[in-house]
């Protein structure tokens, strides 16, 4: 199963459509943790969608799990969407990209062996990648954590996050370092290209 995460790449970097799923606001952590992990159980699965969609572009589908109302759900996608223009997106094709609360997070990652303070992983087989909320809105504690973490300016997260993503998308490849050499590519608005992978995994089935 191809699960791609931002993970451990910021030294590197240093070195060189909306859906709300759920109820009133004052839902707590607690009644939301069942449904997120019947939610995300055995992935890939479609996050519930019970208020009426935004409909953002064509081909990218944005997405926001349990515990968002309409109104906050909207913010934050606005915030994600405004860090994706820069970028070619539409080179995915038909694509969901899915927020998910930062009290909800590491209940989502860390079952699966994920790293719990990389904020955003990609789904390949399902064309999905899943962002924290802690990149696109103040989330206290979290962001502190996140900050201390990856020790790069806050503004600067979200972008680094999104273009990481990117990397394993635009050429569906696993490898963290073709992710960085494509988030590279897109900091310096060159063109993509994913003939290196094409030709690693050819050379891989020999």
């Not at 609360?101 to 990652?109: N, P, Q, Y």
């Not at 635009?170 to 290196?196: F, G, H, Y």
Request: hydrophobic share 35%.
């Amino acid at each position: 199963m191809k699960i791609f995460c931002f993970c451990m790449m910021v030294l590197a970097f240093l070195q060189g459509s909306v859906q709300a799923q759920s109820g009133p606001a004052e839902t707590k952590s607690g009644e939301n943790q069942e449904n997120l992990v019947s939610l995300v159980t055995g992935l890939p699965a479609e996050p519930r969608n019970d208020l009426k969609p935004y409909q953002g572009s064509s081909t990218q589908r944005f997405v926001c799990n349990t515990g968002y109302t309409q109104k906050e759900c909207h913010e934050q996608v606005t915030v994600l969407r405004k860090a994706l223009e820069r970028y070619p997106v539409g080179q995915l094709g038909n694509w969901t990209w899915v927020l998910v609360r930062s009290e909800d997070w590491k209940a989502l990652v860390g079952p699966r062996g994920l790293d719990m303070d990389s904020p955003a992983f990609t789904f390949s087989p399902k064309r999905e990648t899943f962002v924290e909320e802690a990149l696109v809105t103040q989330i206290a504690v979290r962001h502190r954590e996140l900050l201390l973490k990856w020790n790069i300016a806050d503004k600067d997260l979200l972008d680094l996050a999104v273009r990481h993503e990117l990397g394993h998308a635009l050429c569906n490849d696993p490898s963290e370092q073709s992710a960085d050499r494509v988030a590279r590519l897109l900091e310096q608005n060159k063109t993509i290209n994913c003939d290196a992978v094409s030709k690693r995994k050819s050379a891989s089935r020999k």
